[in-house]
């Protein structure tokens, strides 16, 4: 079994130096927070969890179908928030504008994942990255400054340009998100 989800890689190396600031943010650091390696950015499409490894190839096909005719483009990293809220947050994240492009094609892939017998989280996609997760909130305030002060900052136009099939593989220094197929968007 594998563990896997199907998501968009993002590099911005802007928006990395911003978080290597407020890895040094006194007040937001009083919080206990796993920050992500900008190199596992991802935005998740869809997380399929312990999948058979005899399914990959499947899914190889149902992403390729899904995004055959998508052009690649660009969208915006703006915005900060939480999930699910500042007096208990648990995930930072930076939000992502502009998934419209891709919207019909993660439609049709998610209704191809269902007709193949897979199961998926069935949330409305909330596009964002995940920074880091928050493994204690010892100072809620800082969360709910840091969001008054970046909820509109545009921190860096991002290339969505391809979807990939991601195993995520648990170690323990961080998880590793080990690209299994990855369709070039045209």
Known sequence: MKRLFIGIPIESP???????????????????LNWTTPGNWH??????GSTEESAVIILEQLIDESFCEIQAYQAELRGVGVFP???????????????????AAYSKLGELLQQN?????????????????VKRADNPS??????????????????INKVVLFESISTPAGPIYNPLFQKQLI
Do not use: C, Y
């Open 14 to 32: 802007k928006s990395a130096r911003q978080v290597e600031v407020w890895k040094k943010d006194r007040q937001l650091n009083r919080n206990v």
């Open 43 to 48: 935005i998740t499409l869809f997380f399929l």
């Open 85 to 103: 809220n500042t007096n208990n947050p648990k995930v930072l994240w930076l939000g992502l504008e502009d998934l419209q492009p891709l919207m």
């Open 117 to 133: 017998g897979f199961s998926f989280d069935q949330k409305p996609l909330k596009p964002h990255l995940t920074i880091a997760r």
């Open 142 to 159: 800082a969360f709910q400054s840091m969001l008054s002060k970046f909820e509109e900052t545009v921190f860096d136009q991002v290339n």
